[in-house]
């Protein structure tokens, strides 16, 4: 078990490597920061200086490993826009973030539990066809055209929600649908898979044999069975959502992480974009890592590699 836990850990550090790498490449090839700090009329002195406060004229390489090392240290830079340590900025934006990702997977689960589980028990039926084509619109679309497709129909047509914002219930319902619905599919798919074999075995014909009422069969004993895979991924889809919340924050106005690095981006602001992005990378490989750990533990064919 510690080599396989040691093994999961490499490859997580690996992968956090791998992105504050590409990050940090990206943003340099985004432009210079300098050239939107300081009017057009700036002397080259100025200019010269600036860069160099912010070692901007250092070698490339350079660059990444006083990035890296301060990154390690939790300083990640000031930010060039807000005037104060982008890691603290991000930091006060996730609330909000998180609060719009929780609204997200809850009603991502509540539409894929009846979904998977009636798909499972009427399997074949019409109603199994349309619950996975429902499931599977929300992958069709991407997240950003169906927030602007309920912002045309439920705010612009019908009046009946705010198109942009926060500080109320209603504020959070479209920006949780846009992106909560991404992962409809995959969790409807989880549950039906799951239910299918749970309503093949032993047990289920046992209650069906002596009588048991099917809807309690269903689900109080079946689905509770069916959830734990579904409960197991839960860690993962939550940490997907912080991190592709940053369109849909965008397209709402919602004031989280992901609009602070969108903007961030648009101006260059090279510390906050890497403190966001990097700081969701690790969400979600240590997401991965805990299902993976999990997984091991549950099943000694994965950790002994079989």
């Given amino acids: 078990m510690a080599s396989y836990f040691a093994r999961r850990v490499f490859q997580g550090l690996l992968s956090i490597v791998g992105a504050s790498l590409v990050i940090f490449l990206i943003t340099r090839l985004s432009g210079d920061p300098v050239v ?28 990444y490993l006083g990035f890296a090392w301060d990154a390690l240290h939790g300083d990640f830079g000031r930010s060039y826009r807000w005037q104060m340590p982008a890691l603290d900025l991000i930091l006060e934006r996730l609330p909000a973030t998180l609060y719009l990702s929780v609204v997200a ?27 996975k084509g429902f499931a599977m619109l929300g992958q069709a679309m991407p997240n950003f055209w169906i927030g602007l497709l309920m912002i045309m129909l439920f ?20 920006p ?31 209650g069906r044999s002596v009588g048991a009422p099917e809807r309690v069969l269903v689900w109080k004993y079946a689905l509770r069975n069916a959830a734990i895979p579904l409960v197991t991924m839960q860690g993962v889809y939550f940490a997907a ?25 648009f101006s260059r602001d090279f510390p906050v974009v890497q403190a966001g992005v990097l700081f969701s990378a690790v969400v979600f490989v240590a997401a991965n890592l805990l299902v993976d750990l999990s997984y091991g533990f549950i099943d000694p064919r994965i950790r002994h590699g079989r």
């Fill in 36 to 63: 939107l700090m300081l009017p057009p009329e700036a002397p080259e002195e100025v200019v010269r200086q600036v860069r160099e406060s912010l070692r901007l004229d250092l070698p490339i390489w350079e660059q």
């Fill in 105 to 131: 997977l809850a009603f991502s689960m509540v539409i894929a539990v009846p979904f998977g589980v009636l798909s499972a028990v009427y399997r074949g039926s019409w109603f199994d066809r349309f619950a």
């Fill in 155 to 174: 705010s612009v047509k019908l009046g009946w929600l705010p198109a942009f914002g926060a500080g109320t219930p209603a504020h959070v319902i479209m």
């Fill in 176 to 206: 949780a649908i846009a992106l909560g619905w991404y992962p409809v599919a995959a969790q409807t798919r989880i549950v039906r898979s799951a239910m299918l074999d749970v309503l093949d075995s032993d047990y289920i014909r046992m």
């Fill in 241 to 265: 959502m912080l991190g592709g919340s940053f369109v849909v924050e965008v397209v709402f106005a919602w004031p989280g992480m992901g609009r602070t690095v969108v903007e961030a981006l």
